[in-house]
């Protein structure tokens, strides 16, 4: 039969104390707790990285088309409301005149849902490229006509 009485062993051969397991289990508990909230942030820190991308995409988007159009964009505030990233996000887009009457300012906001700014942009809109004026050439002289 066995004998489950006191052990009469060295200390090599006896086992962890319930103590002993008690505290290894707290350190682990406290690890593991440590990694979920880093998880945690992590993820909130991806969700908020991915929605300022989003919004400075749809915010460069609505700039280069008023920099890019062929027509002035008219010289004020206007607004307007983008999809992009699966969310709906509010522009609005202020054309400003500089020192130079022929070159614009442009600058874009852009808000979420809630009204609060996730991404400006600002670009300047340069003169209208001169047509080059054709030059009348003479014939040379000594030129036969």
Known sequence: ???????????????????EIMVALAVFSLAVLTLVRLETSTMRG?????????????????????????????????????????????????????GNTQVLRVDVAVADTTGVVRARATLIRPPAPVA????????????SS
């Open 1 to 19: 039969m066995p004998d489950f009485g006191p052990s009469t062993g060295s200390a090599d051969e006896r086992g962890f104390t319930l103590i």
């Open 132 to 143: 080059p004026v054709p030059v009348a050439t003479s014939p040379a002289p000594g030129g």
């Open 46 to 98: 991806i969700a908020a990285v991915d929605g300022a991308m989003a919004a400075n995409l749809v915010a460069r988007g609505v700039a280069e088309e008023a920099v890019g159009d062929v027509r002035p964009p008219t010289l004020g505030t206007a607004a307007g409301q983008q999809r992009n990233g699966g969310r709906v996000w509010r522009w609005t887009r202020t054309v400003a005149p500089t």
